[in-house]
């Protein structure tokens, strides 16, 4: 594994003396953490990435399992001990769950390198992401995805001659910028473009790897 000698959004270094918040962390991770990455909480490592270790990692991962279990919805998380410098460590690796906002007493997320309490805008981002076509386009936010028209969803001559922009005219690259419960977000050709939401289907590029959304009009 790669050690950052810093810690972001996706990453922690707690001491064994410092696990009086684990509870908190573990839940702003939880509803921080995107589709197909993952949070991490080393345990016995200083902010400098040097390895103090701890006194009993058996001890230090039930602890981990007690706290977790305490959390509603259930999060996903997984525990391992490893050796840092001749020391041992536990490393604690949370997934994306699906199913935010987590809570263990208030819903916290991570903000930078900090614990925070969610906002209200940040909170209900939260519930929007388990809706299931949202969830599945937020693990593309940031990331190319080819877009076009649905031609199945409009009429043979309005199609020929009227259908719809001529910028959803396809296959287009897009990069999706961002996603809701009502609409997404793209950039194509240097503009922004947003959709409702119930006007997407999704679909797979075979030639390119990638999401494909089709556009009905």
């Known amino acids: ?34 589709p197909g990455h993952v949070a991490t909480i080393l345990i016995g490592e200083k ?3 040097s390895a103090q270790g701890v ?18 919805p259930d999060i996903l998380w997984k525990s391992e001990v490893y050796e840092k410098d001749g020391k041992y460590c536990v490393r604690v690796e949370i997934e994306f ?3 935010t906002p987590h809570f263990a007493g208030s819903a916290w997320v991570r903000r930078g ?20 076509k949202v969830r599945k386009l937020a693990i593309w936010e940031g990331k190319e995805v080819t877009v076009e028209r649905d031609e199945g969803s409009v009429e043979f001559e309005r199609y020929r001659y009227e ?9 287009n690259p897009a990069v999706l910028e961002s996603v809701n419960a009502f609409w997404a977000t793209f950039q194509v050709d240097g503009k922004r473009r947003s959709e409702p939401l119930e006007k997407l289907l999704l679909s797979w590029d075979d030639n390119r790897d990638r999401l494909k959304i ?4």
């Not at 390198?113 to 299931?132: G, I, N």
């Not at 259908?163 to 296959?171: K, N």
């Open 1 to 34: 594994m790669r050690h950052n000698p810093w810690e972001d959004n996706l990453l922690e270094r707690k001491l064994e003396s410092d696990l009086k918040d684990l509870p908190k962390t573990l839940v702003a991770f939880a509803n921080s953490v995107k």
């Open 47 to 49: 902010n400098d990435s």
């Open 55 to 72: 006194t009993n990692p058996d001890e230090i991962q039930k602890t981990v399992r007690r706290e977790c279990e305490k959390i509603y």
């Open 97 to 99: 769950s699906g199913d």
């Open 113 to 132: 390198s900090e614990t925070v309490k969610a906002s209200d805008e940040v909170f209900q981002r939260l519930v929007e992401v388990r809706l299931d």
């Open 163 to 171: 259908a719809g922009p001529a910028y959803w005219r396809g296959p």
């Open 214 to 217: 089709l556009v009905k009009f």
